[in-house]
């Protein structure tokens, strides 16, 4: 039983914001992103990645089309310093791509940043300290001066460094991160960024970035958009600033909280692809853009190969996508249940029609757009209707069961997937299909069939093999299929049917051409029940579904 938590927790204080503007606003356009998968997300990671796996992952966000990431720390390790050497000395970097790198406010860290970024083309150099009440007064034993101090020196140490960079025409952009933000009075972090402003001398020509970090979810969403908003209405200098977020997910809202954040008027992004990060994890970025792009908006990165992005994230992390995480996921596309598939085969097949505003039920995005395939959309288990059996007999072999014939098989396809206890492939599914209705044999099956007709009358001659003996049977009837009715009623001692419906389609499998004939035949009870036959030759597969469907009423 959980304890009354009244007394060991309390509520997170509220910001005052009178007239506050980011509920009624909108998002019209993506904002700058910045992935720090090779910081944040490596830091969380139990092996960290080395300098080929990063390697390998920056080239991957390159391909995304990030213009800033973040690349390490690197101060941190010498695979961290080798790696900015790698990147700027091998010439990796795009032109248009910019590498930042994160450093505490202490001098070796920050000589050694500078060190290891020397002869980049542009690069970020990002410090942070922490200024929380509890890091304030736990982690640093410092009161609001000293921690404003710590900034202000850090900043001082980077300004005086910074023509080691700009020398050798490295074009520098400065970031500060009051770590902790979200947990900080909003006037002490106003206070402390304006004392790095008064530092860096940030101008609307030469910004600086201001990154305010939900460096663990303290609060709900709609705090941190006031914080946001708060600092974006009240710090000084505004447009000589880029607002930055940087959110993690201790409460699961981290792409809730970058959302209203960017609504509060923040112009920057921080995150990681799906999400990897400290604890819970950081912003899953991917998320962030795919939202966007599902109202229409461009969100200027490329996702439309999301599982080879998946397998790059698991080759060079050793984490894992959970099956239902946002866009990426191998489920979220994907209906079992027979309502779900119901409706998104008929919306498939209306957005066909239209092809205008995707409108499909049930997904959020056309799966296509980012590389996947409408096969995993549609799934089949114990929870799945006629529709969706329907559907994989269609996509996969091009089997177009008459609507009624729906009826009469996604039931006993049902019966069966149940006992099994397991999803069914499609091909287990046409096996279904086969079983039940072509490879039926007994009590009739066809050795031989003939039939001729003379002005509009049939005759039919054919030898079946009834019970294990072969039988010569005829009848007559205004065509092949009636003539044949009629002999098996007659000579076969078939009950009396007639034949209802009857509908063929072509199939091709491989090479070879064959029909595919669907008889549905009403009893003198009046039940009807469906067969199916396939031959290369039409007439023949009409024959052997009128047999099947006998087959299947006896
Ligand atoms: C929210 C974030 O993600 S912040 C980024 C966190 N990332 C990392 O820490 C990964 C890389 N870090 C490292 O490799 C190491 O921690 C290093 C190289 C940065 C520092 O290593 P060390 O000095 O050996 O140890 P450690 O990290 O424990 O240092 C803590 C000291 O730094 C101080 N400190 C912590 N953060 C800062 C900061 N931002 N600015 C100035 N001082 C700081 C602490 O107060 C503490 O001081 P104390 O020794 O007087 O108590
Ligand atoms: C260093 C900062 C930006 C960080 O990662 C955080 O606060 O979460
Ligand atoms: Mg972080």
């Given at each position: 039983?959980?304890?009354?938590p009244s007394?060991?927790y309390?509520?997170?204080?509220?910001?005052?914001?009178?007239n506050?503007?980011?509920?009624?606003?909108?998002?019209?356009h993506?904002?700058i992103?910045?992935?720090?998968?090779?910081r944040?997300?490596?830091?969380?990671?139990?092996?960290?990645?080395?300098v080929?796996q990063k390697?390998?992952?920056?080239?991957?966000?390159?391909?995304c089309?990030?213009?800033?990431i973040e690349?390490?720390f690197?101060?941190a390790?010498?695979t961290?310093?080798?790696?900015?050497?790698?990147?700027?000395?091998?010439?990796?970097?795009p032109?248009?791509?910019?590498?930042?790198?994160?450093v505490q406010?202490?001098?070796?860290?920050?000589?050694?940043t500078?060190?290891?970024l020397?002869?980049?083309?542009?690069?970020?150099i990002?410090?942070y300290?922490?200024?929380?009440p509890?890091?304030?007064?736990?982690?640093?034993?410092?009161?609001?001066?000293?921690?404003?101090a710590v900034?202000?020196?850090?900043?001082?140490?980077?300004?005086?460094r910074?023509?080691?960079?700009?020398a050798?025409g490295t074009?520098?952009?400065l970031?500060?991160?009051?770590?902790?933000?979200?947990?900080?009075e909003?006037?002490?972090?106003?206070?402390?960024?304006?004392?790095?402003?008064d530092?860096?001398?940030p101008?609307?020509?030469?910004?600086?970035?201001?990154?305010?970090?939900?460096?663990?979810?303290v609060a709900?969403?709609?705090?941190?958009?006031?914080?946001?908003?708060w600092i974006?209405?009240n710090?000084?200098?505004?447009?000589?600033?880029i607002?930055?977020l940087h959110?993690?997910?201790?409460?699961?809202?981290?792409?809730?909280a970058?959302?209203l954040g960017?609504?509060?008027?923040?112009?920057r992004?921080?995150?990681?692809l799906?999400?990897?990060g400290?604890?819970?994890?950081?912003l899953?970025i991917?998320?962030?853009?795919?939202n966007?792009?599902?109202?229409?908006i461009?969100p200027?990165l490329?996702?439309?190969?999301m599982?080879?992005?998946?397998?790059?994230?698991?080759?060079?992390?050793?984490?894992?996508?959970?099956?239902?995480?946002p866009?990426?996921?191998e489920?979220?596309?994907?209906?079992?249940?027979g309502?779900?598939?119901?409706?998104?085969?008929?919306?498939l097949?209306?957005?066909?029609?239209?092809?205008?505003?995707?409108?499909v039920?049930y997904?959020?995005?056309?799966?296509e757009?980012i590389?996947?395939?409408?096969?995993?959309?549609?799934r089949?288990?114990?929870?799945?209707?006629?529709?969706?059996?329907a559907?994989l007999?269609?996509?996969e072999?091009?089997?177009?069961?008459?609507?009624?014939m729906q009826?009469?098989?996604?039931p006993?396809?049902?019966?069966?997937?149940?006992?099994?206890g397991?999803?069914?492939?499609?091909?287990?599914?046409?096996?279904?299909f086969?079983?039940?209705?072509?490879?039926r044999?007994?009590?009739?099956?066809l050795?031989?069939?003939?039939?001729?007709?003379v002005d509009?009358?049939?005759?039919?001659?054919?030898s079946?093999?009834?019970?294990?003996?072969?039988?010569g049977?005829?009848?007559k009837g205004?065509?092949?299929?009636?003539?044949?009715?009629?002999?098996?009623?007659?000579?076969?001692?078939a009950?009396a049917?007639?034949?209802a419906?009857?509908?063929?389609?072509?199939?091709?499998?491989?090479?070879?051409?064959?029909?595919?004939?669907?008889?549905?035949?009403k009893t003198?009870n009046?039940?009807?029940?469906?067969?199916?036959?396939?031959?290369t030759?039409i007439?023949?597969?009409?024959?052997?579904?009128?047999?099947?469907?006998v087959?299947?009423?006896?």
């Amino acid at each position: 039983m959980l304890k009354n938590p009244s007394s060991k927790y309390q509520p997170f204080p509220l910001v005052s914001i009178p007239n506050r503007q980011w509920p009624s606003r909108h998002l019209t356009h993506a904002p700058i992103w910045c992935s720090v998968d090779l910081r944040d997300g490596n830091q969380a990671l139990a092996v960290p990645m080395n300098v080929s796996q990063k390697l390998d992952m920056f080239d991957a966000l390159v391909q995304c089309g990030f213009k800033e990431i973040e690349v390490g720390f690197p101060s941190a390790s010498n695979t961290e310093f080798q790696f900015n050497r790698r990147l700027i000395e091998e010439k990796r970097i795009p032109e248009d791509v910019t590498i930042q790198c994160l450093v505490q406010a202490r001098e070796d860290l920050i000589e050694k940043t500078v060190e290891s970024l020397i002869g980049a083309k542009q690069v970020v150099i990002h410090m942070y300290n922490s200024t929380s009440p509890a890091q304030r007064k736990y982690v640093f034993g410092k009161s609001k001066e000293e921690i404003i101090a710590v900034a202000v020196k850090g900043a001082q140490m980077i300004k005086d460094r910074l023509h080691r960079l700009t020398a050798g025409g490295t074009k520098v952009t400065l970031q500060y991160s009051p770590e902790s933000f979200s947990a900080t009075e909003v006037e002490f972090a106003k206070e402390i960024s304006e004392a790095v402003m008064d530092v860096w001398q940030p101008t609307p020509e030469n910004k600086m970035i201001l990154n305010l970090p939900d460096t663990v979810e303290v609060a709900m969403p709609n705090v941190y958009a006031d914080q946001i908003e708060w600092i974006c209405t009240n710090i000084k200098n505004r447009e000589s600033l880029i607002i930055s977020l940087h959110t993690h997910n201790d409460r699961g809202t981290g792409t809730a909280a970058t959302e209203l954040g960017l609504l509060a008027g923040a112009d920057r992004v921080e995150g990681t692809l799906f999400g990897n990060g400290e604890r819970t994890g950081n912003l899953d970025i991917v998320q962030v853009a795919m939202n966007l792009y599902m109202h229409g908006i461009s969100p200027g990165l490329d996702f439309s190969d999301m599982n080879g992005l998946i397998r790059m994230y698991e080759r060079t992390t050793g984490m894992t996508v959970p099956p239902r995480q946002p866009y990426a996921g191998e489920l979220v596309f994907t209906a079992f249940s027979g309502s779900h598939q119901d409706a998104i085969k008929k919306g498939l097949a209306g957005y066909e029609q239209h092809k205008s505003i995707w409108d499909v039920p049930y997904l959020t995005i056309d799966p296509e757009d980012i590389g996947r395939e409408y096969r995993e959309v549609i799934r089949v288990n114990s929870q799945s209707g006629k529709g969706g059996v329907a559907y994989l007999l269609e996509s996969e072999f091009g089997i177009e069961l008459p609507k009624d014939m729906q009826r009469e098989f996604g039931p006993l396809a049902n019966d069966i997937v149940d006992k099994l206890g397991r999803e069914v492939t499609a091909a287990e599914l046409k096996d279904m299909f086969w079983k039940e209705y072509i490879e039926r044999e007994t009590p009739y099956s066809l050795h031989h069939f003939h039939a001729d007709g003379v002005d509009g009358v049939f005759t039919c001659r054919c030898s079946l093999v009834i019970n294990g003996q072969e039988r010569g049977i005829a009848g007559k009837g205004n065509g092949p299929i009636a003539a044949f009715a009629q002999a098996l009623i007659q000579d076969a001692g078939a009950p009396a049917f007639e034949v209802a419906t009857y509908r063929e389609q072509s199939l091709s499998s491989g090479t070879e051409a064959s029909a595919l004939a669907f008889i549905q035949i009403k009893t003198a009870n009046g039940k009807t029940i469906w067969g199916a036959g396939v031959d290369t030759n039409i007439e023949l597969a009409s024959i052997k579904a009128v047999l099947s469907a006998v087959n299947r009423a006896a």
